[in-house]
């Protein structure tokens, strides 16, 4: 086991991690910016470097000041938390070439997800169903034309490097095509710095479903279940829930096994999410995330696995130790995103905290770094807190969600708090009635 692990992120995730390498005994180190000195990571860590000034480019992105950290405090394993460097190959591979093990999956298996059209094509091979669109990268307006004619408008396009539903356009026909197909490259290019597109058929009312995933290096992998994570706004998601109120037994059971099964034949290691849209009874995989995800935490309330206690685990190159018979799930669960953002027109919220009352209670988890007179930094994810609601069915966890969300006071900024009230009380919400676009539509007045 690991006696000291760098944790090279920040905010409720670098806590989190840490958690669960106390619970193992585990030494902590945090890295942070100038802008962080009094976040509460750096205070809980047993150690604490200095990486580098506000901009995340010079810190939490900054590989050399990440390593030279892990080298001066002694560190033997590096986790990357979710964003920044959580799905860089290069810096997983420079972590292992300096001798610390990367909690996560190898350099090789990161480059293959994290180029959507290598990951589609590989998984496909491997029998999982993709949404229909072009086979690989389409490189030029008269190659997408024909790809639209041949899939059928409505078309996305999507960036081959994408990532927080960033480079996508959507086009009814073919002269909206022509537009969009050079906005989403110049889009792609400008977040990314790599313009490579590919294209899909536009599903008009898919729920999007993934399944968590956990490999060891030993060829074996198991899934703990489904998340629908369909209230989503601009392509990110909003609140997720577990198990899916849209799934029966048969489908759940069918797309666990199958992502498991493919989890293994990848010889992946680590935890990893497979994405998939779910429409008409029929699923397409979209994408695979080789880290954490921000989500994690509703699988844990279901299934009382602690996933970062196993992801650290796995690392060391111990074996899973069990299979998937010995996952139980137990009730249900909901996670709320709150962001430091005003509630209706999203423009970000930062400043300092004037008054904090987290919920508790039964079946309430928080995860938060935030404290009273706390200053949120503008230079970061807008995420604040993940509030995070067990009950024994969905009834009984939607009325502890809506006690919770009474009982949270989060003062002196905006935050989305307001929203997820107004999304709780919602009919089609409560009835579990929504796919991808359905927040959209509620917030226009549709
Ligand atoms: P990113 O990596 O940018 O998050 P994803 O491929 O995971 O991109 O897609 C993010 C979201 O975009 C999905 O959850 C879904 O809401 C929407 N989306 C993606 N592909 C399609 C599609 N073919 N049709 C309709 N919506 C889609």
Redesign the pocket.
């Given at each position: 086991m690991f006696e000291k692990v760098l944790i090279a992120n920040r905010g409720e995730i670098a806590l989190r991690i840490h958690r669960a390498c106390r619970e193992m005994g585990i030494q902590t180190v945090a890295v942070h910016s100038t802008a962080d000195a009094d976040a509460m990571h750096v205070r809980l860590a047993d150690e604490a470097v200095c990486i580098g000034p506000a901009s995340a480019r010079e810190s939490y992105l900054n590989i050399p000041a990440i390593l030279t950290a892990a080298t001066i405090t002694g560190a033997d394993a590096i986790h990357p938390g979710i964003g920044f460097m959580s799905e860089n190959a290069q810096f997983a591979q420079m972590v292992e070439e300096h001798g610390f093990t990367f909690i996560g999956p190898t350099p090789e298996h990161i480059r293959i997800m994290g180029d959507?059209v290598t990951a589609k094509k590989t998984v496909l091979d491997l029998g999982l169903p993709v949404?229909p669109?072009s086979p690989g990268p389409v490189e030029t307006l008269e190659e997408a034309i024909a790809v639209a004619e041949h899939t059928g408008y409505p078309v996305?396009i999507?960036?081959a490097a994408?990532?927080?539903?960033?480079?996508?356009k959507v086009a009814w026909s073919a002269d909206q095509l022509r537009e969009a197909y050079q906005l989403a490259r110049g889009e792609s290019r400008a977040a990314f710095g790599n313009d490579q597109v590919y294209m899909?058929?536009?599903?008009?009312k898919?729920r999007?479903i993934e399944i968590q995933l956990l490999g060891d290096m030993h060829g074996n992998a198991v899934h703990f279940g489904e998340r629908d994570?369909?209230v989503?706004r601009r392509?990110?998601?909003v609140v997720e829930e577990a198990p899916s109120p849209a799934l029966n037994a048969e489908q759940r059971e069918f797309i666990g096994n199958l992502a498991a099964r493919t989890t293994s034949e990848l010889g992946y290691r680590g935890v990893g999410t497979m994405?998939f849209?779910f429409e008409d009874g029929e699923f397409?995989f979209?994408?695979m995330?080789t880290r954490l995800q921000v989500e994690h935490t509703i699988t844990e309330m279901i299934t009382g696995i602690d996933l970062v206690r196993e992801q650290i685990r796995v690392a060391t190159g111990a074996p899973l130790g069990y299979g998937q018979s010995d996952i139980r799930f137990h009730g249900h669960a909901i996670e709320c995103r709150v962001n430091a953002e005003h509630p209706e027109t999203f423009l970000p919220s930062p400043g300092k905290i004037d008054g904090y009352h987290a919920p508790g209670g039964l079946g309430v988890r928080v995860d938060s770094a935030l404290y009273d007179g706390y200053r949120v930094p503008p230079y970061y994810d807008s995420l604040i807190a993940k509030l995070v609601v067990h009950g024994t069915t969905r009834n009984e966890c939607m009325m502890r969600l809506r006690r919770a969300l009474e009982e949270f006071v989060i003062g002196g900024i905006d935050t989305s708090l307001p929203l997820h009230r107004r999304i709780i009380a919602e009919p089609n919400f409560i009835n579990g009635n929504y796919d991808?676009h359905w927040l959209e539509h509620l917030m226009a007045g549709k």
């Open positions: 959507k949404v669109g996305l999507k960036a994408g990532g927080g539903g960033k480079g996508m899909e058929r536009y599903l008009s898919p999007h994570c369909s989503q392509h990110q998601k994405e849209l397409f979209i994408e995330n991808i």
